[in-house]
Each structure stands twice: as C-alpha cells, then as structure tokens.
Nanobody, 111 residues
Framework: VQLVESGGGLVQPGGSLTLSCATSGFTFSTCAMSWHRQAPGKVREWVAIISSTGGYKDYADSVKGRFTISRDNVKNILYLQMNGLKPDDTAVYYC?????WGQGTQVTVSS
C-alpha cells in the first residue's frame, strides 16, 4: 500500500493550493479517504472525508466553505482543493485510506 502526497508549498494568505494523494496497492475505488493535518506542536487533526463513490463529503468546521475534497477513481488519486488559505492552515497535510497514511506534504501560509 502506498499513498504519496504532493502539491504543498508556500502560499500567501488568501491564496490557493491543490494537494494530491496518489495511491497504489489497494482497491482505491472501494475505500473512503480522508485528509488530516498536523501543525507544529499540535496533535494531528482530521480535515475532510469522502466516501468511496464521492457521494458523501464532510469537513472540519475550520475549513468548511474553503476546502473541497474530491477523488478520481480511475486514476486512484485523492485531491484537496484549498482556497482562502489562512496562516492557521499551516501544517503538514496527510492523506489516509485503507488504514494507511501518506508521508505528508508541507503547507505554509505566510506573507
């Protein structure tokens, strides 16, 4: 099982980023998938979840209305579109699925 995040970087407040999580080694299309994040000195927190078909999505209150989770069940890739980024969104972002975690991608929101 492999989950590999990409797309992180440095962005100014109010900016946007799209994270990707490329997966392999399991049947992606049958698994609910989620994004989590961990800021320095804080515990890892859940950000968003999407059902196997994409028909159900839910978000943490802190990102609702700004972030969008989506998936491509042909390419086996999970996405997180992040708009209106704030300094508080600075964290390492992880995808999770099939009981496994990716290695994370750093998102830094700063002017």
């Amino acid at each position: 099982v492999q989950l590999v995040e990409s797309g992180g970087g440095l962005v100014q407040p109010g900016g946007s980023l799209t994270l990707s999580c490329a997966t392999s080694g399991f049947t992606f299309s049958t698994c609910a998938m989620s994004w989590h994040r961990q800021a320095p000195g804080k515990v890892r927190e859940w950000v968003a979840i999407i059902s196997s078909t994409g028909g159900y999505k839910d978000y943490a209150d802190s990102v609702k209305g700004r972030f969008t989770i989506s998936r491509d069940n042909v390419k086996n890739i999970l996405y997180l579109q992040m708009n209106g980024l704030k300094p508080d969104d600075t964290a390492v972002y992880y995808c999770r699925g099939n009981g496994s975690w990716g290695q994370g991608t750093q998102v830094t929101v700063s002017s």
